[in-house]
């Protein structure tokens, strides 16, 4: 059994490449819990698993307590929203207060970029970063590159279109670390005024013409439109940016073949893709969304259960 280099998850751009590898092998086990129909083992019996979550939610938090229910950790879910925090208690004495009470790890989304790494300082359990801000997404990441494993059989010279706002999306960052790490030859597109400045430099292609990164493409990743960090007029309407980037059957079919569809969810149903496309038998959106229990497991299993650095 390897290690995990950190006592958190906070970011790809941090994590080696042995360290993911590490990760999604250890998934594929944890896939197969899942598929049980007694999906319970003891591994993480007496562990105590906190989400502290600033933002909505339905499967990063969802599929983090699943993964501790199935692996029997005790979990808990902390709602901002009729905790302290609306009295104006600050993140840190709130996540310390979880700390003092026993909790092994605290699982944290927040609006703001670094702020899983600020209680990653101040903490002396395990933090995992669940999103923050504009900055990374980790088990996103890692569940859309297992998916891609699972799918394609490898992820090394995997060509991978990563389509939409990519200048508010942490899952496109997330993806970006891990999959150039990992080998895939990573094409980003979407409007220029949500191609974040010098993300070349993140080592990816880009361009503008959403046609020309899905040409011959073994993988396309569409994000959400995240209509709730729109605020710069940054694209002239909805309609507009479904007519010139949305993916169709019609886009779609420049890619590969066998290409493989994904979405991290929710979906803009009809904005950035089309239903005819998220619903049909290339799209592994839904199958994503168990890998995520599996990738949340492996990742608990390797901070607190089994792992040389638990
Ligand atoms: N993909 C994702 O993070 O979904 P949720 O916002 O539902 O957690």
């Known amino acids: 059994m390897?290690?995990?280099?950190?006592?958190?998850?906070?970011?790809?751009?941090?994590?080696?490449?042995?360290?993911?590898?590490?990760?999604?092998?250890?998934a594929e086990s944890m896939k197969d819990i899942i598929g049980r129909e007694i999906k319970k083992v003891p591994t993480l019996r007496g562990r105590t698993v906190v989400t502290l979550f600033y933002e909505p939610s339905t499967r990063t938090r969802t599929s983090f307590e699943l993964a501790g229910k199935y692996m029997s950790a005790d979990t808990v879910n902390l709602a901002t929203t009729t905790s302290a925090v609306v009295k104006g208690e600050t993140l840190r004495d709130t996540a310390k207060?979880?700390?003092?009470?026993g909790s092994d790890m605290i699982i944290m989304r927040h609006p703001v970029s670094g702020s899983c790494h600020l209680l990653s300082r101040v903490l002396k359990c395990s933090v995992i970063n669940a999103g923050d801000g504009m900055h990374e997404h980790p088990t996103q990441g890692l569940l859309d590159i297992f998916t891609m494993r699972q799918k394609k059989g490898r992820v090394e010279g995997l060509k991978v279109a990563v389509v939409g706002d990519i200048y508010h999306s942490r899952v496109a960052r997330s993806n970006i670390w891990g999959l150039t790490r990992l080998g895939a030859e990573v094409t980003v597109t979407g409007p220029s005024t949500l191609l974040p400045p010098m993300v070349e430099?993140?080592?990816?292609?880009?361009?503008?013409?959403?046609?020309?990164?899905?040409?011959?493409?073994?993988?396309?990743?569409?994000?959400?439109?995240?209509?709730?960090?729109?605020k710069g007029g940054l694209f002239p309407?909805?309609?507009?940016?479904?007519?010139m980037?949305?993916?169709?059957?019609?886009?779609?079919?420049?890619?590969?073949?066998?290409?493989?569809?994904?979405?991290?969810?929710?979906?803009?149903?009809?904005?950035?893709?089309?239903?005819?496309?998220?619903?049909?038998?290339?799209?592994?959106i839904n199958e994503q969304v168990t890998n995520g229990?599996?990738?949340?497991?492996?990742v608990l299993f390797l901070l607190l259960g089994g792992g040389e650095a638990a």
């Not at 020309?212 to 960090?229: F, H, I, S, T």
């Open 2 to 26: 390897g290690r995990l280099n950190s006592k958190d998850v906070l970011a790809l751009r941090e994590m080696s490449a042995e360290e993911m590898t590490l990760i999604l092998d250890t």
């Open 97 to 101: 207060t979880l700390e003092m009470m």
């Open 201 to 230: 430099e993140m080592g990816v292609k880009v361009t503008s013409r959403v046609e020309e990164a899905l040409e011959g493409a073994d993988v396309v990743n569409v994000l959400r439109l995240q209509l709730e960090r729109q």
């Open 237 to 243: 309407t909805i309609r507009e940016y479904s007519r």
């Open 245 to 284: 980037f949305g993916v169709n059957r019609e886009r779609l079919a420049r890619a590969k073949p066998d290409v493989l569809l994904m979405h991290p969810g929710p979906m803009n149903r009809g904005v950035e893709i089309s239903s005819e496309v998220a619903d049909a038998v290339y799209s592994s």
């Open 293 to 298: 229990v599996a990738i949340r497991m492996a």
